[in-house]
């Protein structure tokens, strides 16, 4: 099983450029969400969804969207980058009740 | 407003000490969460609880949910356990969804 998958890890945009996070899980999980993680910060949600076809906004959803055609995969996308968007992306998926997995992190830097 | 604090956010250690990292949260919570995230990233779940206390391996989490109040302790440390460790919280509020609010991590590092 590869758990948590994030694609791609290290990515430089420039200001107004887009671009789409994947996060792929293969353990039929039917939570999954979208967290930024800054310095000096702890892990805010951006978007999480509760099952395929749904999402829901979180604390700082701002500039990003998001979409979850199928159950094991969920999207992050930044439609026009901003230099306030340069953090460290994580996703992470779990069942109700359940611990969570989180993949390996995306840092994302907007120039 | 719901809110996690732990402490310190800085702790360095040297090798056999017996560690313990705070956290305090500020209404009722449905679970608990200890995480530990190496250098390089990745973020990897340690223990998952709502009540007591659990074990594994040199890792102890205990939780006082009537204090609001949960600890990790670290046995023996070893410089392997040096990482950031973080604590989440699943606060009642957040409904269905159980979405996690977390604390801003400390810092261990052991010191051979």
């Known amino acids: 099983n590869a758990g948590v998958t994030q694609t791609p890890k290290f990515r430089v945009l420039k200001t107004g450029q887009s671009m789409t996070l994947l996060c792929a899980q293969d353990?039929?999980?039917?939570?999954m969400y979208w967290y930024r993680q800054d310095p000096g910060m702890g892990l805010r949600l951006i978007h999480y969804?509760?099952?395929?076809?749904?999402?829901a906004k979180g604390e700082v959803p701002d500039g990003y969207n998001v979409s979850r055609l199928k159950k094991q995969n969920f999207l992050l996308g930044l439609e026009s980058a901003a230099p306030s968007q340069t953090s460290v992306y994580f996703c992470?998926?779990?069942?109700?009740?359940?611990?969570?997995?989180f993949g390996q992190g995306t840092r994302l830097t907007v120039v | 407003k719901n809110e996690v604090e732990q402490s310190p956010q800085n702790l360095t250690a040297q090798e056999g000490e017996f560690i313990t990292i705070n956290c305090s949260y500020s209404?009722?919570?449905?679970?608990l969460h200890w995480l530990q995230q190496h250098p390089g990233g990745g973020i990897v779940s340690l223990f998952m609880?709502?009540?007591g206390k659990k074990k594994h391996g040199r890792l102890i989490a205990t939780i006082n949910i009537q204090e609001k109040h949960s600890s990790l302790h670290i046995t023996a440390s070893h410089p392997r356990d040096s990482a950031v460790y973080i604590c989440?919280?699943?606060?009642?509020?957040?409904?269905?969804?159980?979405?996690?609010?977390f604390g801003s991590g400390t810092q261990l590092t052991v010191l051979p």
């Open positions: 989440a919280v699943h606060f009642i509020s957040s409904g269905s969804a159980r979405q996690l609010t």
């Open positions: 969804s509760v099952g395929e076809g749904t999402t």
């Open positions: 609880l709502s009540s």
């Open positions: 992470a998926s779990n069942r109700v009740g359940t611990e969570a997995f």
């Open positions: 209404v009722g919570i449905s679970a």
């Open positions: 353990m039929n999980h039917e939570y």
